[in-house]
């Protein structure tokens, strides 16, 4: 090989091998965070996750399914049967759930769910890692730095209980770097067209990501332009061609998610905002966090959308000051103070105590789509922000001598200080109970005709979707009324979890949240007859509960005595 040809050869080889070992490394770390799972992923559970993957692997499966089936993948009515579920007004990501159905199929839905939460944090973290070393930091540890963060900050191990929606956003930093190519206009037109169909991908991976970027670079790109100044008709017109792409890619399904059967129109979930504590707090899963602490300023633990600690805050606000030369810099910080601002809520709360003062939120959740929004989750459109200025002070850390740069040895010391307590501990998984031989040895074909419902008793909802897994391990041969999802509620077509229920489905559910037997008579019994008639359903289960003696005696008392077979109690109705 000529001398010339060889030293052009050389350093690709060299930039080729690093990024094969930060890639490794970021696998790494992803598996470390599941070890738990990966401990047994057909029997372990994520328990911090609540009912979400029952539901996450039932999403998987349907997807599936269907495709095995020829049907639809936008809607099923294998739950709130026989109303059905507007799979595209869920967050059952196409983008994955559609490619790894092969994997699905032949390994369960459990495999496709510890594939994609690990595949998702590693591949995330080398998605920005290839941004942050191609186009802002000269150095791959500093661009490494940055990547980290971005992939295992605390909100995103958070959402990594339950949310993988919140995990796999590696398409998040292939759009940012097309919108520096179309910054710099070199090909308005390819770009343009590459960014429309990054989108229309990132709207079947999840589209509350895409909104919650958008706002983040919007902020950016107008604190940008205020500094800078820069041209913008590039940009301008690519986006333009972005937006065609992507209508023309994604738009029937959207248009089928806003208008298909049922579909919704918003989704409420309340006042949900950041108490101030929290921005800096430690989360419970990172390594100097406190579950108890974390646990009384969040919603629950795959909600702790903040939790930067309060050695990260004051470092970031150290950071701008020193680099607000760089012109990146101050538009970064920006993005921080607002979406930090926005990730209060509607009304600021310290320390548990509600102030009075009305934060922005109050003006954005009048705003479409952004009234859907879970508004503590602004908090982490903090991350990618925080993530860029952590690498650019980093990339001057190791790009200075050591001996001659005193204040950065104390720089390097400071981002030590601030990013070791927030390493992330493995999250929490356990077994999960067996489904009871009824359902794997098919003994349910001899109750359940072929598109009839069996009714789990109670029927699944949000506190409990066991019943979900009873439906994929019987291959999903049969279909279940109400469940886990999210669909209209009355008139106005509100987003719910859930649908409303029908009395029976009430009735059982209060005897598994109270534990108290009700009073059963005629009209009771007439009720539960029109319920099951609605759901067409052929059988009536009940599988091991911890409530199961109280609703085997409401059970009787509505339907007669039933028998049991294969590990539960069944009635045919």
């Known amino acids: 090989m000529p001398s010339a040809r060889r030293a052009s050869v050389i350093p690709h080889l060299r930039r080729g091998c690093a990024d094969l070992g930060f890639a490794a490394a970021f696998l790494a770390l992803a598996v470390l965070v599941y070890a738990h799972l990966w401990a047994d992923p057909a029997r372990r559970y994520l328990i911090e996750g609540g009912q979400d993957q029952n539901q996450w692997e039932w999403f998987f499966s349907v997807t599936a399914h269907n495709l095995l089936n020829g049907e639809s993948p936008l809607f099923t009515t294998l739950q709130n049967h026989p109303l059905g579920v507007n799979l595209m007004a869920n967050t059952v990501m196409l983008g994955l759930s559609i490619p790894l159905a092969p994997l699905t199929l032949a390994f369960g839905p459990s495999a496709t769910w510890v594939v994609v939460l690990t595949g998702g944090l590693a591949g995330s973290a080398f998605a920005w890692y290839w941004l942050l070393s191609r186009q802002l930091v000269a150095t791959r540890a500093a661009a490494a730095i940055g990547a980290v963060f971005c992939a295992f900050a605390p909100p995103i191990v958070s959402h990594a209980n339950a949310h993988p929606n919140f995990v796999v956003v590696f398409v998040i930093p292939l759009v940012i770097h097309r919108l520096v ?6 090909r308005i037109l390819r770009d343009g067209v590459i960014l429309g169909v990054l989108i229309a ?3 079947f991976l999840g589209e509350e990501v895409l909104l919650l970027a958008a706002t983040g670079l919007a902020v950016f790109g107008l604190g940008y332009a205020l500094a800078v100044r820069p041209p913008t008709r590039p940009v301008v017109v690519g986006v333009a061609v972005a937006a065609t792409v992507c209508l023309a890619l994604a738009g029937p399904a959207l248009v089928f998610q806003f208008t298909g059967p049922q579909s919704y129109a918003s989704l409420i979930h309340g006042p949900a905002g950041n108490d101030v504590r929290a921005l800096v707090s430690f989360a419970g899963r990172s390594l100097a966090g406190d579950a108890t602490v974390a646990g009384s300023l969040s919603l629950n633990p795959t909600e702790q959308n903040a939790f930067f600690g309060w050695p990260l805050v004051i470092l970031v606000i150290g950071l701008v000051v020193w680099l607000r030369r760089v012109p990146v810099v101050i538009p970064l910080g920006a993005v921080v103070v607002v979406a930090a601002a926005f990730s209060l809520g509607p009304e600021i709360i310290f320390y548990g105590e509600k102030s009075g003062l009305a934060g922005p939120w109050e003006v ?16 982490i459109v903090c991350v990618p922000a925080m993530a860029v200025l952590l690498a650019v002070a980093a990339d001057r850390v190791i790009a200075a001598s050591w001996r001659g740069a005193p204040a950065r040895v104390l720089l390097g010391l400071a981002l030590a200080e601030a990013l070791v307590p927030l390493a992330p501990k493995p999250l929490v998984a356990a077994d999960r109970p067996a489904t009871p031989e009824f359902f794997t040895a098919g003994l349910w074909r001899r109750h359940v005709r072929e598109g009839r419902a069996l009714v ?6 949000a506190a409990d979707a066991t019943a979900l897994r009873w439906q994929i391990d019987a291959g999903l041969g049969f279909s279940l009324p109400e469940g886990y999802f999210v669909g209209p509620y009355g008139p106005d077509r509100q987003g719910v979890y859930g649908t409303a229920p029908r009395p029976t489905a009430s009735l059982l559910r209060d005897v598994r949240d109270s534990g108290q037997v009700p009073s059963i008579g005629a009209a009771e019994r007439r009720q539960a007859r029109a319920d099951l008639a609605y759901w067409r359903a052929d059988a009536v289960v009940l599988g091991p509960h911890q409530r199961q003696a109280e609703l085997l005696r409401t059970l009787t008392d509505l339907l007669g005595p039933g028998r049991q077979e294969g590990g539960v109690w069944i009635w045919d109705v």
């Open 201 to 203: 991908y990132q709207i």
């Open 364 to 379: 954005m959740s009048r705003l479409p789509m952004f009234e859907s929004v879970l508004e503590s989750r602004f908090a």
């Open 456 to 461: 789990p008793a109670p029927p699944p909802d």
């Open 181 to 186: 190519l179309l910054h710099r206009h070199r």
